[in-house]
């Protein structure tokens, strides 16, 4: 089932602006991540944040956890046209043990026109 | 980095038949691989998860007779889609976690599958 709700759904900006989305989860989380998805294909790992953690950068990603609110923030800076895809965050719940279940967010469709 | 392999990638077949789909983790051995159905314009749904050698199990609403999973080696899962229906066409997507992995999961680059 679906674990959690992002925002905006769909997001169009110019290149060279900041994109920012957001998700929410609702249980306890053993980490978060974050995924791309160009069109009509797999998924690429970006980036992942454990529960401990508050703030995490990679290159210009940069992705923000408050476990108190139950919500991630993914900031993508000096956006490209390439950057055009969904971005989906991934919960693997507290529960999971060692299946390392994942639960996919509903998805942020970013379109960065040049 | 590790390296997850679909096949095909794309299939279109016809109401009634059976269309089998594989996983291969190219690189690492795939103690645990993943099934996720997306339609279009929608997020991943987990439909089963599988350990090697042993049975999967099925997320809740997935019909185990109907998709039936193999993971019969470290290194391959195979999804079989059976009686296939129209709505069954979905983009699946499969993934794989094993000891010494980096990331909790590997995505191959998904099947589109179509039946007519």
């Known amino acids: 089932s679906q674990q959690g709700e992002e925002d905006p759904q769909a997001l169009s900006i110019q290149e060279g602006e900041n994109a920012t989305m957001n998700c929410s989860y609702k249980t306890s989380i053993n980490n978060l991540q974050w995924y791309r998805q160009n069109s009509g294909r797999g998924l690429v790992h970006l980036i992942l944040?454990?529960?401990?953690?508050r703030e995490k950068h990679s290159g210009r990603l940069r992705v923000t956890l408050d476990t108190s609110k139950k919500s991630s923030s993914l900031l993508i800076t000096a956006s490209r046209a390439a950057d055009t895809a969904s971005y989906f965050c991934?919960?693997?719940?507290?529960?999971?043990?060692?299946?390392?279940?994942?639960?996919f967010g509903s998805g942020t469709q970013l379109t960065v026109l040049p | 980095g590790a390296v997850v392999s679909q096949h095909p990638s794309w299939v279109i077949c016809k109401s009634g038949t059976s269309v089998k789909i594989e996983c291969r983790s190219l690189?690492?051995?795939?103690?645990?691989m993943f099934w996720y159905r997306q339609f279009p314009k929608q997020s991943l749904m987990l439909m089963a998860t599988s350990n090697e050698g042993s049975k999967a199990t099925y997320e809740q609403g997935v019909e185990k007779d109907k998709f039936l999973i193999n993971h019969a080696s470290l290194t391959l899962s195979t999804l079989t889609v059976t009686s296939a229906h129209p709505e069954d066409s979905s983009f699946y997507i499969c993934?794989?976690?094993?000891?010494?992995?980096?990331?909790?999961?590997?995505f191959g680059p998904g099947t589109r599958l179509t039946v007519t």
């Open positions: 993934s794989a976690a094993g000891a010494g992995a980096t990331y909790e999961q590997y």
């Open positions: 991934a919960t693997r719940r507290i529960s999971s043990g060692s299946a390392r279940q994942l639960t």
């Open positions: 944040i454990r529960s401990n953690e």
């Open positions: 690189d690492f051995q795939a103690t645990t």
